[in-house]
C-alpha cells in the first residue's frame, strides 16, 4: 500500500468515526486522527491542509468512493472537450453524479451545462477507477463512468464552468485536466466498442 492510499485510508476511518461516533471523547480523538491525515496528504498533493478540509467538509454521510460522469462525444475522428473557466485545461463534459438522477439524465444534465448541447446517450463505454492511478494524487476515490453520447442539437453557451468547447483529434490534444481526462483514457475510449471496466 503506497502512502496516499494508507493516507486517504486513515481520512476515511476518521470520517467513519465521525459519523459514527457517539462517544465526544472518541470524535475528538477522530477529528484529530482526521487533521492528521489532512496534514500527510497535503504532502503528497497539491492542495493545502485548508482547501482539502474545506474538501472534506462538504461531506455527509458514510464515506464511500464518489461518481464522477463524463460524455464521450466524437464527430469524425475527432473527440469534444471543454475548457475549465478557471484551470484553461480541458476535459471530457461531466462531472459529479447527483442524487436522484439516472446515469443517464446525470449525462445529459452535465453535458447541456458545460456545452449547450443536448444528447442522446448511445452507451456506457468504461468505468475508471482512480484508486489505481498512482501519476495524480487525490483525496477521494473516484468511479468514472464515461458514456458515448451523440448530438441532438445546440451550440455552446456561456456559462459558469466552462469557457469554451471544441473537437480534438488525438495526436493534437490541448493541455488536459488530468484529474478529469487523460490522453490514456481517450485513447483506449477512441477505440472502444465494448463497455470497460478498470
Known amino acids: 500500500m503506497s502512502d496516499l492510499e494508507m493516507y486517504r485510508r486513515l481520512l476515511a476511518i476518521a470520517e467513519a468515526g465521525l459519523y ?28 493545502s491542509v485548508a482547501e482539502l478540509f ?75 477507477d482512480t484508486n489505481l492511478r498512482k501519476d495524480i494524487p487525490q483525496v477521494y476515490q473516484y468511479y468514472k463512468l464515461i458514456f458515448s453520447c451523440s448530438i441532438i442539437e445546440g451550440s455552446f453557451v456561456e456559462n459558469n464552468e466552462t469557457s469554451n468547447m471544441d473537437f480534438f483529434a488525438l495526436d493534437n490534444l490541448p493541455k488536459l485536466s488530468v484529474k478529469r481526462t487523460t490522453r490514456e483514457q481517450l485513447e483506449y475510449l477512441h477505440k472502444q466498442k465494448n463497455t470497460y471496466f478498470e
Not at 23 to 37: G, I, V
Open 20 to 47: 459514527y461516533g457517539k462517544d465526544e471523547f472518541d470524535k475528538e480523538r477522530y477529528q484529530e486522527l482526521k487533521k492528521l491525515s489532512l496534514e500527510l496528504l497535503s504532502r503528497v498533493g497539491r492542495e
Open 54 to 128: 474545506q474538501l472534506t467538509e462538504q461531506n455527509e454521510g458514510y464515506p464511500t468512493p464518489k461518481v464522477d460522469v463524463r460524455a464521450y462525444i466524437k464527430q469524425e475522428d475527432k473527440v469534444l472537450l471543454v475548457e475549465d473557466k478557471k484551470t484553461k485545461e480541458w476535459a471530457l463534459p461531466g462531472g459529479y453524479a447527483e442524487v436522484g438522477l439516472s446515469p443517464k439524465e446525470n449525462i445529459q444534465k452535465e453535458v447541456l451545462e458545460e456545452t449547450g448541447l443536448i444528447v442522446q446517450v448511445d452507451e456506457l463505454l468504461g468505468i475508471f
